[in-house]
């Protein structure tokens, strides 16, 4: 039996910037002991032949071969701590490079070759570490210096409008009256979860930033450093 949680239904990985691919899938879990069906995003950045992946989602054999038409996996990065769930079949399939941040669980079978900091190394060239340091769960963002600037969070930063193929119908309506459907919004359980202060979003600000690509929800361009900062502001008064 294959150690790995199965493909889920997601759709085709898309160009959104240069070399910056986006797709959306279908993440099943129980949570509270109920069923949840809701959509999650991977991002994968390209170097050159080089392939970084960053909040996987696993796809098909027809995916797959699509992502390998883009080049070589050859880094999976998880960035925050409710994520990571298909982290090890990219990293076993691929012979990948782990980054992950310090104090993440993992299955105990993925061994972590590279921990994430913002003064350490990054396998993509011109990317930053943001990390949060006021919350209770391990939580980081990428600064990628292109574009006007983008991030590329987690669980963190959330961009959903509404509610897509990949949601139950129970889901939806769970989501809705949770206050997930929320431009430009911080993930309600995430914040349950990780209580982050607003001085972490103060310094969030200080980057200079147009667009935003999350683990949930669609892609924010051009308008994302104003969009967020009036939340960081009506949230926490930063």
Known sequence: MEQFSPALAH???????????????AMETV????????SRNMTVVRE???????????????????????????????LGALHGRDDSFYVDRY??????LPGLANDNTLAVTHTLSEEGPLP??????F????????????HLKRDGGILIACDALQNWI????FFSD???????????????????????????????FLRLKTLNFKHALCGHGEPLRETAHEDYSATFNRLFGV
């Open 95 to 100: 012979q990948a490079r782990y980054w992950t």
């Open 170 to 200: 129970a889901s939806r309506d769970r989501m809705q009256e949770m206050g997930f459907f929320t431009p430009a919004n911080l993930g309600p359980v995430w914040c349950q979860a990780a209580a982050p202060g607003g001085e972490d």
């Open 131 to 142: 990390e949060f340091q006021t919350t209770r769960l391990p939580e980081g963002i990428l």
């Open 124 to 129: 993509i060239s011109d990317a930053s570490l």
């Open 48 to 78: 050159g032949e080089r392939l970084i992946v960053i909040n996987t989602v696993r796809l098909d054999e027809t995916g797959l071969a699509e992502l390998e038409r883009l080049g070589q996996v050859t880094d999976v990065i998880r």
């Open 31 to 38: 949570l509270q002991d109920l069923d949840w069906c809701f």
């Open 11 to 25: 759709g085709h990985l898309e160009p959104v910037f240069q070399d910056i691919f986006f797709v959306t899938g």
């Open 162 to 165: 509404s509610d897509d193929e």
